[in-house]
Each structure stands twice: as structure tokens, then as C-alpha cells.
């Protein structure tokens, strides 16, 4: 009886994770962002978000996004391992007016946020750490590289970001 107790509540408390099917989850913008219409100056901002399903219960997924003074879009930099069991590289950088898109179903929250001329400053120094990423086609969830190792790597990089990533950011240690 104990057994068939303890696999109901695993089982009841799986389902209690983020969706269930990454196909519906949430992807909307979670309006913590500045709408880069209305922000002309310069931004950075790193997002951590659970991790989707029960890795959430202990992880996140962490990404940058940049904006150069007056751009209409955010530059997003992210790592995202399903590119690589398609044959596409891990990292992958688009524009978009949402940077802060729900992760599959879990609202994210900034880990940093910079505007103005320093921003500015450090926007090409983090363009040319994500250009000289060393796992772009890699991707392994532990110990890395991950989603993770990619900003802590970009943070390595422009040390003048004074990026700290969470405790739950697994993988962040691989880039040291």
C-alpha cells in the first residue's frame, strides 16, 4: 500500500511540474522587458526561467538579450539542446520585440538588466563572447555545457557585466 502511496504522489506531483506538452506550454511575453519602441537607450538583460517539466523542480534556463540604443528589436542569445538532436548548432541568436517570452510555460525573471552608455559599451564585447562561444554544437545537460554555461561563459568574458548567475543555473560552473 505504502508503494502504491508514494507512486500516486510522484505521479501527482509530476503532473504539478510545468506543462506537460512543451507544444502548448506558454511562450508569451511575461512584460518584464523594456518595450524597445518606448526605450531608446541602450539594454542588457539576462532571464532565468524553470527549466521546463521536473527539471524546474531544481533548475533554470538562463539567456541574454541586448538592445542597441534606438534599435527596434532585442538580440537574443540563448543555448537550447533539442537544436542539437536536429542537427543545428546549440546556440542560437534571433531578433524580437519579446526577450521575455515565458520558458515553456514558467514566467522568467531578470538576473540582470543594464541601460545607458554602458550598456552601449558592453554590447559588442558580449556580440564577440557569444561569436568565440567554444560550444556552439554542444549541449549536455549535466555537467554542461548547457544553457547555462553559455551566459556564465559570456559573463566570464565581459567581467564587467558582474553577471551572477543562481544557484539553480546547473551547468554554470562547466565554463570555469
Same mark, same amino acid.
Given at each position: 500500500m505504502k508503494k502504491i502511496l508514494c507512486v500516486a504522489t #510522484?505521479?501527482? #506531483? #509530476?503532473?504539478?511540474?510545468?506543462?506537460?506538452? /512543451?507544444?502548448?506550454a506558454s511562450r508569451e511575453p511575461a512584460g518584464i522587458a523594456p518595450a524597445p519602441d518606448q526605450e531608446p537607450e541602450a539594454v542588457i538583460e539576462v532571464y532565468g526561467a524553470d527549466a521546463f517539466s521536473w527539471r524546474g523542480w531544481f533548475a533554470v534556463h538562463t539567456w541574454i538579450?541586448?538592445?542597441?540604443?534606438?534599435?527596434?528589436?532585442y538580440k537574443v542569445h540563448e543555448v537550447v539542446g533539442w537544436r542539437v538532436k536536429r542537427g543545428q548548432p546549440a546556440l542560437y541568436s534571433y531578433m524580437t520585440t519579446t526577450?521575455?517570452?515565458y520558458w515553456f510555460g514558467a514566467k522568467p525573471e531578470k538576473i540582470l538588466s543594464m541601460k545607458g552608455d554602458k550598456a552601449a559599451e558592453l554590447i559588442p564585447k558580449i556580440d564577440q563572447a557569444v561569436q568565440d562561444y567554444p560550444w556552439k554544437n554542444d549541449y549536455t545537460v549535466f555537467p554542461g555545457p548547457n544553457s547555462n554555461t553559455f551566459p556564465a /561563459?559570456?559573463? #566570464?568574458?565581459?567581467p564587467e557585466l558582474e553577471l551572477d548567475l543562481p544557484f539553480?543555473?546547473?551547468?554554470?560552473?562547466?565554463?570555469?
Open positions: #510522484l505521479a501527482t #506531483l #509530476l503532473s504539478a511540474c510545468s506543462n506537460s506538452d /512543451w507544444r502548448t538579450a541586448t538592445k542597441e540604443a534606438g534599435a527596434s528589436e526577450p521575455d517570452r /561563459w559570456v559573463g #566570464l568574458q565581459v539553480s543555473a546547473i551547468g554554470s560552473g562547466y565554463a570555469n
